[in-house]
């Protein structure tokens, strides 16, 4: 489990295939590595990935053709910029919401517009995955916990303010580019407890 909140700017340093699966080594460029251990989840771009090697701050993770499928790991090559966050702890602060790393589908980018210190950004989202987010809602993109702005017709709109800029990869978005989509968990049992139910 996450909380959104981004801890470091991780950047890819290998790209590998493996049997069809893709194995990456990332510099995670986290201050702190005495908390992560083999096995430990991590995500990346919102993406739940294990650990499967560690040496300095360089981990390795492999992603299977599944994941591969639904989100934006395909297009991880060398140099690329993640967003990473360790998993959380109960004594953690939940700065964010509650993320758990299984991307719904990708987003993307058709608008971005200055609204004064800030910036509008709007994305253009699956249409299965419309009636799961709610204006004033939380959502996570590319793993970084967000309030829905607006949401009309498919086209979420959010605002990040500049810390939010500097200590994500968002920042970097240009208008064409997508990104990984994560509703709220809680939309999901919502659905679930009301598909039986009946006035």
């Not at 251990?37 to 993770?61: P, R």
């Not at 934006?72 to 690329?80: I, K, L, N």
Request: hydrophobic share 40%; proline share 1%.
């Amino acid at each position: 489990m996450f909380t959104g909140i981004i801890q470091s700017i991780g950047k890819v340093k290998g790209k590998q295939i493996k049997g069809g699966d893709l194995q990456f080594i990332i510099d995670s460029q986290f201050n702190n590595m005495s908390d992560v251990h083999l096995g430990d989840s991590i995500a990346m771009n919102g993406v739940c990935l294990t650990v499967t090697q560690i040496e300095d701050k360089n981990i390795s993770v492999d992603v299977s053709v599944e994941t591969i499928s639904i989100t934006d790991v395909a297009t991880w090559q060398e140099t690329s910029l993640l967003n990473l966050e360790k998993s959380m702890t109960l004594t953690d602060k939940m700065g964010g919401h509650m993320v758990s790393g299984h991307v719904d589908g990708m987003a993307e980018c058709v608008s971005i517009d200055s609204s004064a210190r800030s910036t509008i950004y709007q994305f253009k989202i699956p249409k299965k995955l419309d009636k799961y987010i709610v204006k004033k809602g939380s959502i996570t993109l590319s793993g970084v916990s967000l309030t829905v702005n607006e949401i009309e017709d498919c086209i979420l709109s959010v605002n990040l303010i500049p810390h939010t800029l500097e200590q994500t990869n968002l920042g970097q978005l240009n208008i064409g580019d997508k990104v990984n989509v994560e509703i709220d968990t809680i939309a999901r049992y919502v659905e679930k407890m009301l598909q039986n139910f009946q006035i």
